[in-house]
Nanobody
Framework: QVQLVESGGDLVQTGGSLKLSCVAS????????MGWYRQAPGKQRELVAS???????NYADSVKGRFTISRDNAKSTVYLQMSSLKPEDTAVYYC?????????WGQGTQVTVSS
């Protein structure tokens, strides 16, 4: 089992920045890829960014050039640095981790971007 705890969500103005963190615990040795998803009201959950254990990254087109995902394997933590935030980035952001057996989710952290 893997437990994920996110932090860093907040209310920011358009153009502002935030950094989200997600700490993994439990069977962390088994974790491969980690990522961030988001879900806005009335919309489906969507992938924002992902990173493999080796550091290969993938981004949604809507956040390329504005968001950066990174990972500290020694601290079992994945980060999402968000810059140039837009109102359409408003959502609950969820951390995700995968191993050979399952996908795991955190409880989510709210990001609200005011116009």
């Amino acid at each position: 089992q893997v437990q994920l705890v996110e932090s860093g969500g907040d209310l920011v103005q358009t153009g502002g920045s935030l950094k989200l963190s997600c700490v993994a615990s439990g069977s962390i040795f088994s974790i491969g890829a980690m990522g961030w998803y988001r879900q806005a009201p009335g919309k489906q959950r969507e992938l924002v960014a992902s990173i493999t254990r080796g550091g290969t990254t993938n981004y949604a087109d809507s956040v390329k050039g504005r968001f950066t995902i990174s990972r500290d394997n020694a601290k079992s933590t994945v980060y999402l640095q968000m810059s140039s935030l837009k109102p359409e980035d408003t959502a609950v952001y969820y951390c995700n981790a995968a191993n050979a057996f399952a996908f795991y989710w955190g409880q989510g952290t709210q990001v609200t971007v005011s116009s």
